[in-house]
T-cell receptor
């Protein structure tokens, strides 16, 4: 079974631009979560989607948004990029939103904002 | 609010020796606890989880973890460390965070860098 895939793997953008990251979950998984990982703040939860609905949102500004499609694939968008948005963005999928299910992570998208 | 503490930024252990990576948590209600490992330039890999039942849970690559409710701890252990175990280890807890639609947010610790010395 294929794992979680994320595209692109690397991105370089400049301040003020916007970016869209894509995530394809493991087949059959309906819940997709996004995390931001930085050396200073560690792993921080961005949002979780299930059945095309955002179920939970972390403490990030409105510049960070996401969506989920009917095939469970998900995208996240960051508008008006800031230098501090440079990070590894990780997508994770699980069967559903039950807390008992572990999340499986993709390799991440490394975003660099210049 | 739920939280996870990993008190050691780095743990060094000699190859062949037992290893322990510490984790304590705070959450309302029953804890759902997880350990993940991250190798350089890679995503997180699931190692093991505690949901209910036996306090000692076994996971991938020979790792195990001991749940202690009274001490609110979930320490990761391995009887004999390998050089290939060198990586960044994350403890995580899942509990209920109100969002209107209901969801179980996963909160991570800061991570512990494990170095196994040949």
């Amino acid at each position: 079974k294929a794992g979680v895939t994320q595209t692109p793997r690397y991105l370089i953008k400049t301040r003020g631009q916007q970016v869209t990251l894509s995530c394809s979950p493991i087949s059959g998984h309906r819940s997709v979560s996004w995390y931001q990982q930085t050396p200073g703040q560690g792993l921080q939860f961005l949002f979780e989607y299930f059945s095309e609905t955002q179920r939970n949102k972390g403490n990030f500004p409105g510049r960070f948004s996401g969506r989920q499609f009917s095939n469970s694939r998900s995208e996240m968008n960051v508008s008006t990029l800031e230098l501090g948005d440079s990070a590894l963005y990780l997508c994770a999928s699980s069967l559903d939103t039950s807390p008992a299910w572990e999340q499986f992570f993709g390799p991440g998208t490394r975003l660099t904002v210049l | 609010a739920q939280s996870v503490a990993q008190p050691e930024d780095q743990v060094n252990v000699a190859e062949g020796n037992p290893l322990t990576v510490k984790c304590t948590y705070s959450v309302s209600g029953n804890p759902y606890l997880f350990w993940y490992v991250q190798y350089p330039n890679r995503g997180l890999q699931f190692l093991l989880k505690y949901i209910t039942g036996d306090n000692l849970v076994k996971g991938s690559y020979g790792f195990e973890a001991e749940f202690n409710k009274s001490q609110t701890s979930f320490h990761l252990k391995k009887p004999s460390a390998l050089v290939s175990d060198s990586a960044l280890y994350f403890c995580a807890v899942r509990g209920i965070t109100y969002s209107g639609a209901g969801s179980y947010q996963l909160t991570f610790g800061k991570g512990t860098k494990l170095s196994v010395i040949p």
